[in-house]
């Protein structure tokens, strides 16, 4: 079983509508949560940290920790084409001292 | 502040030649990391320094050796590439403070092609 988990998608949404992009992962103490968001051919960017169950708001961005089901979520509200990018979910796990991504989901968001 | 740093930005190599890729960041941060991403694999930890004068293996460090020359600089060295090592390669690091596990900082990678 892989560490983090990520629908790889594609994932398509109409301009002006939300984005919804899930990540579960296996190691039940982890702590820290991030999202980044990759453009073809560039390297990952930071777009959200979490670290406490909730929602935490961003802009337009939500992101979404459950730590009792092991997943965290990030929502775009009003996609525009310039957030079609590959969203990667990164998470540190207890005992280490570095991050576990996922595969990406990749988002294309329509005109 | 340019960031993360790496050199060169595209590489073609043939079987067995060595190389080195070289990163450095001008943030003063203490922790260094070497991924590689390929299709479908997402970015895995090749390895990683916590701090100046240490390194440990991540999750495929077999083929790659690092050196952590100071506090800016984290090199990753093939000694004899393989085409399995065709792969984009990021540097990444952060500034390790007490408390909560803060963000990664990545470099713009390295195209390597191995034939």
């Known amino acids: 079983q892989k560490e983090v988990e990520q629908n790889s998608g594609p994932l398509s949404v109409p301009e002006g509508a939300i984005a919804s992009l899930n990540c579960t992962y296996s190691?039940?103490?982890?702590?820290?949560f991030f999202w980044y968001r990759q453009y073809s051919g560039k390297s990952p960017e930071l777009i959200m940290s979490i670290y406490s169950n909730g929602d935490k708001e961003d802009g337009r961005f939500t992101a979404q920790l459950n730590k009792a089901s092991q997943y965290v979520s990030l929502l775009i509200r009003d996609s525009q084409p310039s957030d079609s990018a590959t969203y990667l979910c990164a998470v540190k796990g207890s005992g280490a001292n570095n991050l576990f991504f996922g595969t990406g989901t990749r988002l294309t968001v329509i005109p | 502040n340019a960031g993360v740093t790496q050199t060169p930005k595209f590489q073609v190599l043939k079987t067995g030649q060595s190389m080195t890729l070289q990163c450095a960041q001008d943030m003063n941060h203490n922790s260094m990391y070497w991924y590689r991403q390929d299709p479908g694999m997402g970015l895995r930890l090749i390895y990683y320094?916590?701090?100046?004068?240490?390194?440990d293996k991540g999750e495929v460090p077999n083929g790659y050796n690092v050196s952590r020359l100071n506090k800016r600089e984290f090199s990753l060295r093939l000694e004899s590439a393989a085409p399995s090592q065709t792969s984009v390669y990021f540097c990444a690091s952060r500034n390790r403070l007490a408390g909560a596990y803060n963000e990664q900082f990545f470099g713009p990678g390295t195209r390597l092609t191995v034939l």
């Open positions: 320094s916590a701090s100046e004068g240490t390194t």
């Open positions: 190691d039940r103490g982890s702590q820290s």
